[in-house]
């Protein structure tokens, strides 16, 4: 059926709302992980987004904070930004879509009316009901093998609800080698010294080998800080030459890079306390240049570099641009970055990841991302109806799928 100028709109819209996700970067986790499953009102309102914004206007030490119990932090946070003052910044009108897409009355504005509607609910229940409200079809996890919790859960077999894909954190592994990580690999029994010697990057290969085979990811992945060079005469720079690209190599899974993040700007925030700057995007070159037979999917922090990183995915195949993650997840600037990268890139881009911490996040995340995407696509298939172009509705179906799921899949498979 042809897509014309009048239904053009309504038929992006339903095409969007239609199309199943897979949210390629989350920290949520499957039920058999526990307590690093976060759920509910009070993980919803104590989100480490709304601590920042709680900080600039409640008259409370750090240390008067992270005394308080969940329950008093998010008595708090509620009545400084939804109470006191108007929740209009993204991650508090992010709660306000998700308390009221699911169902709760938000006339009363009563947290203790909210959290009975939650203590009634089972995790599995509510990652139905979750799932279902944002249409996504599969998440994939943030899985830290140094984590004692979730290598027991490893450790019990990967026969758990299988919308949850894993993903291979190693952050300590190339980030911090000598503080963390090489204590950390010895203890879980790999031969490892402080220079990297070839015997120490051949556990680290066998370290990684394990996991992989113990977790089957969809990619293993790293933030990076801004200063993240490629080549780099560092620990890091020797480990991800040595190891981390051979073995994705050898087991066709990707690479994921999050660059651009300056840990613990202010460490009295915590998580909260995270910052960012701009970095040098010739590293990304440098790699997918030097290593055309690994895959990279990369996304980056700072607004002044997501240009550089489209035009460097025009030069690369092996890269695949992801998300618009965290500090740049904003709708003026997811608008601003999916437009960009659409007119650079075309189809051949995963716009959107969630990030969320919480599983009720899926429910504002996707809605807030999924307003702008139908609004920047309606715009550029409307150029396209304008220059004369036949669209049909199978299409634009075709297309969209590859935006929210399949453009991943292919970039793992191929
Ligand atoms: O490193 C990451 O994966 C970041 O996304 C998070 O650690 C960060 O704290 C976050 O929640 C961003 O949305
Ligand atoms: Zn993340």
Same mark, same amino acid.
């Given at each position: 059926?042809?897509?014309?100028?009048?239904?053009?709109?309504?038929?992006?819209?339903?095409?969007?709302?239609?199309?199943?996700?897979?949210? !390629?970067?989350?920290?949520?986790?499957?039920?058999?992980?526990?307590?690093?499953?976060?759920?509910?009102? /009070?993980?919803?309102?104590?989100?480490?987004?709304?601590?920042?914004?709680?900080? =600039?206007?409640?008259?409370?030490?750090?240390?008067?904070?992270?005394?308080?119990?969940?329950?008093?932090?998010?008595?708090?946070?509620?009545?400084?930004?939804?109470?006191?003052?108007?929740?209009?910044?993204?991650?508090?009108?992010?709660?306000?879509?998700?308390?009221?897409?699911?169902?709760? /009355?938000?006339?009363?504005?009563?947290?203790?009316?909210?959290?009975?509607?939650?203590?009634?609910?089972?995790?599995?229940? &509510? !990652?139905?009901?979750?799932?279902?409200?944002?249409?996504?079809?599969?998440?994939?996890?943030?899985?830290?093998?140094?984590?004692?919790?979730?290598?027991?859960?490893?450790?019990?077999?990967?026969?758990?609800?299988?919308?949850?894909?894993?993903?291979?954190?190693?952050?300590?592994?190339?980030?911090?080698?000598?503080?963390?990580?090489?204590?950390?690999?010895?203890?879980?029994?790999?031969?490892?010294?402080?220079?990297?010697?070839?015997?120490?990057?051949?556990?680290? @290969? =066998? %370290?990684?080998?394990?996991?992989?085979?113990?977790?089957?990811?969809?990619?293993?992945?790293?933030?990076?800080?801004?200063?993240?060079?490629?080549?780099?005469?560092?620990?890091?720079?020797?480990?991800?030459?040595?190891?981390?690209?051979?073995?994705?190599?050898?087991?066709?899974?990707? %690479?994921?890079?999050?660059?651009?993040?300056?840990?613990?700007?202010?460490?009295?925030?915590?998580?909260?306390?995270?910052? *960012?700057?701009?970095?040098?995007?010739?590293?990304?070159?440098?790699?997918?240049?030097?290593?055309?037979?690994?895959?990279? %999917?990369?996304?980056?922090?700072?607004?002044?570099?997501?240009?550089?990183?489209?035009?460097?995915?025009?030069? #690369?195949?092996?890269?695949?641009? %992801?998300?618009?993650?965290?500090?740049?997840?904003?709708?003026?600037?997811?608008?601003?970055?999916?437009?960009?990268? !659409?007119?650079?890139?075309?189809?051949?881009?995963?716009?959107? &990841?969630?990030?969320?911490?919480?599983? /009720?996040?899926?429910?504002?995340?996707?809605?807030?991302?999924?307003?702008?995407?139908?609004?920047?696509?309606?715009?550029?298939?409307?150029?396209?109806?304008?220059?004369?172009? @036949?669209?049909? =509705?199978?299409?634009?179906? =075709?297309?969209?799928?590859? *935006?929210?799921?399949?453009?991943? /899949?292919? #970039?793992?498979?191929?």
């Amino acid at each position: 059926m042809p897509v014309t100028r009048e239904n053009l709109r309504a038929t992006v819209e339903e095409v969007v709302q239609a199309q199943p996700i897979t949210d !390629i970067h989350t920290h949520l986790y499957a039920p058999p992980f526990g307590e690093l499953l976060l759920w509910g009102v /009070d993980e919803l309102i104590t989100y480490h987004y709304l601590i920042a914004e709680t900080f =600039r206007k409640a008259d409370i030490s750090y240390e008067a904070y992270w005394a308080l119990s969940k329950t008093e932090q998010a008595d708090l946070i509620w009545q400084t930004l939804f109470i006191e003052n108007s929740p209009i910044s993204e991650s508090c009108r992010g709660v306000v879509t998700a308390l009221n897409d699911l169902g709760l /009355d938000l006339s009363n504005r009563d947290l203790n009316e909210y959290r009975q509607y939650f203590a009634h609910l089972t995790p599995e229940e &509510h !990652i139905d009901k979750v799932f279902s409200l944002a249409n996504v079809k599969e998440v994939v996890m943030t899985n830290d093998p140094f984590d004692d919790l979730e290598r027991s859960v490893w450790d019990n077999g990967t026969d758990f609800d299988e919308r949850f894909k894993a993903a291979l954190r190693i952050d300590p592994l190339l980030n911090a080698y000598v503080e963390t990580g090489r204590e950390k690999l010895s203890a879980g029994g790999y031969n490892v010294d402080e220079e990297l010697s070839d015997t120490a990057l051949a556990e680290i @290969r =066998r %370290f990684l080998s394990d996991w992989i085979k113990k977790m089957s990811p969809k990619y293993m992945a790293v933030s990076l800080p801004p200063e993240f060079a490629f080549p780099e005469d560092s620990a890091r720079g020797k480990i991800l030459r040595e190891c981390v690209l051979p073995v994705s190599r050898e087991y066709n899974v990707p %690479f994921a890079m999050m660059i651009g993040v300056t840990r613990a700007v202010n460490p009295q925030l915590r998580l909260a306390g995270d910052g *960012l700057a701009k970095a040098d995007m010739r590293s990304v070159e440098n790699i997918c240049r030097e290593n055309p037979n690994n895959k990279f %999917f990369v996304t980056v922090l700072s607004r002044e570099n997501q240009h550089e990183l489209c035009v460097i995915g025009r030069k #690369f195949p092996n890269l695949m641009v %992801f998300g618009c993650w965290w500090f740049m997840n904003n709708p003026s600037i997811i608008e601003e970055i999916t437009r960009e990268r !659409i007119e650079l890139l075309g189809l051949s881009v995963i716009p959107q &990841h969630s990030d969320a911490r919480i599983l /009720d996040q899926l429910v504002y995340k996707w809605k807030h991302s999924k307003a702008i995407i139908t609004d920047v696509l309606a715009d550029k298939y409307g150029d396209l109806l304008d220059s004369g172009w @036949r669209l049909e =509705r199978e299409e634009l179906v =075709r297309d969209v799928a590859g *935006l929210l799921g399949e453009n991943f /899949d292919r #970039f793992i498979e191929g």
